[in-house]
């Protein structure tokens, strides 16, 4: 069945640091890749996706490529802030299965 | 005014007793579902409904029992609650049963079995 790998967290990094979240996933055919962000005490929310092979889905300048070759969709950011941290969630859903699949997600923490 | 809104936000109750959660929301979305998150944040689908038909009822215990009212609405029933059912809900909406659509979700129920 389909499935979703996380790096596990915590990630504790430095304001203005580099991010990388590792996301690697299993599914059959040729799935939709997701990124979801929970803010403490909040549900989640989609922050971006990819819906083929080599689409790069963007926002608020976190960055991820689908990639279909080594099955992956690494979330990334050049310079985070405070206010980036937060659990994030690398999700998929495979055509036909209208179900998204979500990993443990990955907890992030910036500091001053 | 809240897109998609649960009730409660808490829950505290007994083993054995049964609960509910509500869902509602104003999105004019077809499509809904139950997803619970454990104390490691593992999200886990539980149902999806789509204009008030059952579509997905993942391996749940037949404890669960969820009802949709009408498709702006999606509760959940708990019978018989155990101390595993420790978690907390989540009910999330999308426009349509698929594909690639965004699902908004609410702001959870954290339910503790004691």
């Known amino acids: 069945g389909d499935s979703v790998t996380q790096m596990e967290g915590p990630v504790t990094l430095s304001e203005e640091a580099f991010l990388t979240i590792n996301c690697t996933y299993t599914?059959?055919?040729?799935?939709?890749l997701f990124w979801y962000v929970q803010y403490p005490g909040e549900g989640l929310q989609l922050l971006l996706k990819?819906?083929?092979?080599?689409d790069k889905g963007s926002n608020k300048g976190f960055e991820a490529t689908y990639r279909k070759e080594t099955t992956s969709f690494h979330l990334e950011k050049g310079s985070v802030q405070v206010s980036d941290s937060a659990v994030y969630f690398c999700?998929?859903?495979?055509?036909?299965?209208?179900?998204?699949?979500f990993g443990r997600g990955t907890s992030l923490i910036v500091h001053p | 005014d809240t897109a998609v809104s649960q009730t409660p936000k808490y829950l505290v109750t007994q083993m054995g007793n049964d609960k509910s959660i509500k869902c509602e929301q104003n999105?004019?979305?077809?499509?809904m579902y139950w997803y619970k998150q454990d104390s490691k944040k593992f999200l886990k689908i539980m149902f999806s409904?789509?204009?008030?038909?059952?579509?997905i009822n993942e391996t749940v215990p037949n404890r669960f029992s969820p009802k949709s009212p009408d498709k702006a609405h999606l509760n959940l029933h708990i019978n018989s609650l155990e101390l595993g059912d420790s978690a907390v809900y989540f009910c999330?909406?999308?426009?349509?049963?698929?594909?690639?659509?965004?699902?908004?979700f609410g702001e959870g129920s954290r339910l503790t079995v004691l």
């Open positions: 999105l004019g979305h077809d499509t």
């Open positions: 990819a819906t083929k092979a080599d």
């Open positions: 999700a998929l859903e495979s055509g036909g299965s209208y179900i998204p699949t």
């Open positions: 999330a909406s999308r426009i349509t049963l698929g594909p690639a659509g965004e699902l908004f």
């Open positions: 409904y789509n204009n008030k038909e059952l579509i």
């Open positions: 599914a059959t055919g040729y799935p939709s």
